[in-house]
């Protein structure tokens, strides 16, 4: 819908829509962070299991961590830089391969921190793309396989190897597969829903700041208009004593007749301006059908009858609100067939509108979701390139529900029904204020 920052508003931004800086995947301070809390785990390990005599290859173990630490103070020497997902994902595939060699050394299967080995592809799935985490978690199931087989078993005090029983072992690396598809898969969900949430959350405030600028520029139409008319009036005051004295010089006595007459040209349009703004600036509240017929204005030439069945009290003249109900009547207008209704509920304590088409409707396996940031299209098959369905009817919830509007969306049958309900005191406009004191006019 047209709420979305399409690309005239990204040409329009500070930069352009190639030129947009994308963020950090996740900062090299946080992974290196990571790294020494996994070194303190892994020295803390290392040192009780040598404290309880139990038996496994010192010297290449210290020799794995004293790398990790290495690594960290090398990372904490370099000068700061911007991490991209290449140098994140050599970093956590650093931390792969070197957990996964400790627990190769430490008993394979039989080490009960094998779980661990988990945590690179997580950190992965929660700040880095797909792909690259579809690649670290291939190359997390090739590694834990490699420690399963070639592992080197731990020994108790009196020299016993530790292992388990086969069936065992092949559920402990069974489960370690089942957490790296599971982890990995839900993290980079749930962190892409929130990135999408938190993208379409701006993009909801930059409508809602383009309708306030849209809404005050009437009020500085109306100041400039008054600013202006005082130079005007000396204008146009001079070029009729101009015109006076030159009538004996005809070419420039009809230069100065222009003049006049367009000052007095300049003077009508900022009259009509300064009008406008004012009825922009003052009119804070307005007729339920004057407020949908604006929101709808933009929509009723586009090919489908908008109809507009309204009758009821006078409502906030809000640009949120006006701004969500035309995002939900262009949605409507965009799948209709021939037809949009627009119709109103008034009753003592609620305002209902009601949007409906005559189009295919909404597709049922979408119809609970309805509202989500970058849900997919209503109907490809119909539209198979109309990106519109699903940021732009967030952006209209997220203003109505702000304005205190509960929504919900149907099939009508046939075509899409789309209703706004408010309680009425949160929308109808309190016309009978008391009026101020009359200004005193001094001569």
Not at 34 to 41: D, H, M, N, Q, S
Not at 96 to 112: D, E, F, K
Not at 356 to 376: E, T
């Amino acid at each position: 819908m047209n709420a979305a920052p399409g690309p005239d508003d990204l040409a329009d931004h500070p930069f352009g829509a190639g030129d947009t800086p994308h963020a950090e995947p996740i900062r090299m301070r946080t992974l290196v962070l990571l790294r020494w809390f996994a070194i303190g785990g892994q020295l803390a390990a290392v040192i009780i299991a040598w404290s309880m005599g139990i038996g496994f290859p010192k010297a290449p173990v210290m020799i794995l961590i004293a790398l990790a630490i290495a690594m960290n103070l090398w990372m904490a020497l370099r000068p700061p830089k911007r991490t991209s997902p290449g140098r994140a994902v050599l970093q956590l595939s650093f931390d792969l391969v070197q957990i996964s060699s400790l627990m190769a050394l430490t008993g394979g299967m039989a080490n009960p921190f094998a779980l661990l080995v988990l945590a690179p592809v997580t950190i992965a799935a929660a700040s880095l793309n797909a792909r690259l985490v579809l690649a670290l978690g291939l190359a997390t199931v090739a590694v834990t396989s490699v420690a399963a087989v070639f592992g080197v078993p731990l020994r108790d005090p009196t020299g016993e190897i530790l292992r388990l029983e086969p069936i065992l072992a092949l559920g402990h690396w069974v489960a370690l597969v089942i957490g790296v598809v599971f982890f990995g898969g839900y993290a980079h969900r749930v962190t892409g829903e929130l990135s999408d949430t938190s993208n379409a959350l701006f993009a909801t405030q930059m409508a809602l700041s383009r309708e306030q600028r849209l809404q005050h520029l009437g009020g500085v139409v109306a100041a400039a208009a008054h600013e202006m008319g005082t130079p005007l009036a000396t204008i146009k005051l001079i070029a009729g004593e101009l015109a006076d004295e030159l009538k004996d010089r005809p070419d420039l006595h009809a230069d100065v007749i222009a003049l006049r007459d367009s000052a007095d040209r300049c003077a009508q349009i900022l009259r009509s301006m300064g009008r406008a703004g004012k009825d922009d600036l003052h009119m804070r509240s307005a007729p339920l059908r004057a407020v949908l017929e604006d929101a709808a204005s933009p929509h009723a030439d586009r090919g489908p009858l908008v109809e507009i069945r309204a009758d009821g009290p006078s409502i906030r003249r809000d640009p949120a609100i006006i701004h969500a109900l035309r995002n939900l009547i262009q949605n409507a207008v965009d799948f209709a067939e021939s037809r949009v209704v627009i119709e109103t509920d008034v009753t003592p304590n609620t305002l209902t509108v009601t949007i409906r088409d005559d189009g295919p409707g909404y597709p049922p396996a979408l119809l609970s979701r309805i509202g989500d940031p970058y849900l997919s299209r209503r109907s490809e098959a119909q539209r198979g390139s109309y990106e519109g369905m699903g940021l732009g009817l967030f952006i209209a919830k997220t203003l109505l529900e702000r304005s205190g509007a509960r929504l919900s969306f149907a099939n009508g049958g046939p075509g899409a029904v789309a209703s706004v309900r408010w309680p009425i005191e949160r929308i109808e406009a309190q016309d009978r204020l008391a009026l101020a004191q009359n200004p005193t006019i001094e001569i």
